[in-house]
């Protein structure tokens, strides 16, 4: 059974940096898109971060480029999201997400972790 945890949500002051992360277990993400969404309060969830197997080539929702950086670990499985230069709109929920192999749908999700931001 596939499993995303994440972990290192936390209550930050705008400015702030956070470093979240994501344990794969049951599968590898070698081929697999793995990727960051986040959630805010009374709003759909939207698309954070995502970076591609292979040459690992990274995207970014415009609200968060040049602060948040995507950095996978295929050795160990794992996904971190470094947050710089936190905005209270930052604050949501934040979801790890994986594709099945050399899919583009992501199919596998974590169940989240908080990040507030505060002014």
């Known amino acids: 059974q596939v499993q995303l945890v994440e972990s290192g949500g936390g209550l930050v002051q705008a400015g702030d940096s956070l470093r979240l992360s994501c344990a794969t277990s049951?599968?590898?993400?070698?081929?697999?898109?793995m990727g960051w969404f986040r959630q805010a309060a009374g709003k759909d969830r939207e698309f954070v971060a995502q970076?591609?197997?292979?040459?690992?080539?990274?995207y970014y929702a415009d609200s968060v480029k040049g602060r948040f950086t995507i950095f996978r670990d295929n050795a160990k499985n794992t996904v971190s999201l470094q947050m710089n230069s936190l905005k209270t709109e930052d604050t949501a929920i934040y979801y790890c997400a994986a594709t099945r192999s050399y899919s583009s749908v992501f199919t596998y999700w974590g169940r989240g972790t908080q990040v507030t931001v505060s002014s």
């Open positions: 970076s591609n197997w292979g040459g690992g080539s990274t």
């Open positions: 049951g599968r590898t993400i070698s081929s697999s898109v």
